[in-house]
């Protein structure tokens, strides 16, 4: 018979984040247990390789299995922390381990923007807690601030920097002049970017992120395929060295706003490179640091920034949930539906891509012709868009010369249809470049 003031935790996966999850609880087990109110027993550690050297662990020390099965049955197991990532086995991991009664904590945002809805409702009707604070931001808290620092505020608004790859590379090439492919070596090389860096750099890990963060601030689902997604591949030199010229900085940023259309209140959520003005605080995040930028009708603007990744912040992230579900346990206070991920009274709805509203950046790739910067700016005044500002550089002879467009406040749905008549005009060499720009004039 277990003690009734120990709670015993099985981790399912040993990788990075697992092993700095058992070195902090070898090096703080007594400052942990001081602030549970309890003895925090790791009952067993759960991975496919017994055998591969862990830095800093005695594998021998550790009550290693290759049977997860065994571990997810045993009624002595109260917190399970799911560790290994991706989408299967780690979901039917989850949901036996729900079924069998057992909280559970896991760091897996991809897995939560897939099957959130599912996983929230297993939890629900067994009475335990799901917890992922580690699934967003790495070692920033910015889940439970949302979920409990927020809950007088109805959020206005959020924009992050949630990966940390992708301003890795942005910021590389905004301060060195340096090419996309080349940063994208040497982050892999460093170790900021996988093997296979699509998850990062073409904005699907921002938007799993960006789902998570919209159920939680907006009170309502969204779709992981209805979020507007675009990655940084088609970032230029070129068009960050304009950005920092006209005052901005180009990253890449997960937006989400309440926003009023058709006589109705929408949410809007979007992953995209974002022009921002060079002052504002999220243009000063450098490296692979992550940050969430969020206004609250009360609180008004708040600034979360810290590191978005790493074993020792993730792991810092986990933790805070095991100990906060580690004092329930021992002190006999159930997990509470309402603690849960849930659609509020009155869920906003998405709002489409096309109907969003903000200014943007154009680079058109025209002949140096006369008429031709008046027969551009023709379309965009046809299609509702005005222009603020516009920059050219040098004069081109038989070479193509970039005309660089700031515009006002204009709908994407007009500004999509004026980029298709541009580029048919005979004098446009290329497809014309748009960013997104957000928080007003630099």
Excluded at 333 to 348: C, M, W
Aim: hydrophobic share 45%; charged share 20%; aromatic share 4%.
């Amino acid at each position: 018979m277990t003690d009734a003031r120990e709670v015993r935790i099985a981790l399912l996966g040993l990788g990075t984040v697992g092993a700095g999850l058992v070195r902090i609880l070898q090096s703080r087990s007594a400052m942990l247990e001081e602030r549970a109110g309890c003895r925090l027993r790791l009952a067993a550690v759960a991975d496919t390789d017994l055998t591969r050297p862990r830095e800093g662990l005695d594998l021998a020390a550790l009550p290693m299995t290759s049977d997860t099965a065994r571990v997810l049955d045993d009624p002595s197991v109260h917190v399970v922390v799911e560790l290994i990532g991706g989408l299967e086995p780690a979901r039917t991991f989850i949901l036996r381990a729900l079924a069998a009664g057992k909280h559970v904590v896991t760091a897996n945002k991809a897995l939560l923007a897939h099957h959130g809805a599912e996983l929230y409702e297993a939890a629900r009707r067994r009475g335990v807690a799901l917890a992922f604070e580690a699934a967003v931001a790495g070692g920033i808290p910015i889940i439970r601030a949302v979920k409990e620092g927020l809950v007088a505020n109805r959020v206005l608004s959020l924009a992050g920097i949630v990966n940390g790859t992708c301003n890795y590379i942005l910021t590389k090439m905004t301060d060195e002049g340096l090419d996309f492919s080349l940063v994208l070596k040497e982050a892999q090389a460093h170790g900021y970017a996988e093997a296979d860096p699509t998850l990062d750099i073409e904005g699907l890990d921002s938007a799993h992120k960006l789902q998570i963060l919209v159920t939680l601030a907006f009170r309502t689902f969204v779709a992981l395929d209805d979020i507007h997604t675009e990655g940084i591949t088609r970032i230029t030199g070129q068009d960050i060295a304009y950005a920092q010229e006209l005052g901005y900085r180009i990253k890449l940023l997960a937006i989400a706003k309440a926003a009023e259309g058709d006589g109705r209140r929408r949410v809007e959520a979007r992953v995209h490179p974002t022009m921002i003005p060079a002052g504002s605080p999220l243009a000063a995040v450098s490296g692979v640091f992550n940050a969430v930028f969020l206004t609250g009708d009360a609180v008004g603007d708040l600034m979360f920034y810290g590191r978005g990744a790493g074993q020792l912040p993730t792991a810092s992230a986990v933790w805070s949930d095991v100990i906060e579900i580690a004092r329930r346990i021992a002190h006999g206070l159930p997990s509470l539906a309402l603690e849960l991920p849930s659609v509020g009274r009155e869920p906003l709805p998405l709002a489409p891509m096309d109907d969003i509203r903000c200014c943007y950046y154009l680079r058109v790739m025209v002949q140096d012709r006369p008429g031709v910067l008046s027969r551009v700016a023709g379309i965009l005044g046809d299609n509702d868009i005005s222009i603020a500002s516009v920059l050219q550089k040098g004069r081109g002879g038989r070479q193509a010369v970039p005309v660089v467009m700031m515009t006002h406040e204009a709908r994407e749905r007009d500004m999509r249809a004026a980029l298709a008549a541009i580029d048919r005009l005979p004098d446009v060499a290329t497809a014309t470049t748009m960013i997104r720009v957000e928080g007003g004039p630099a």
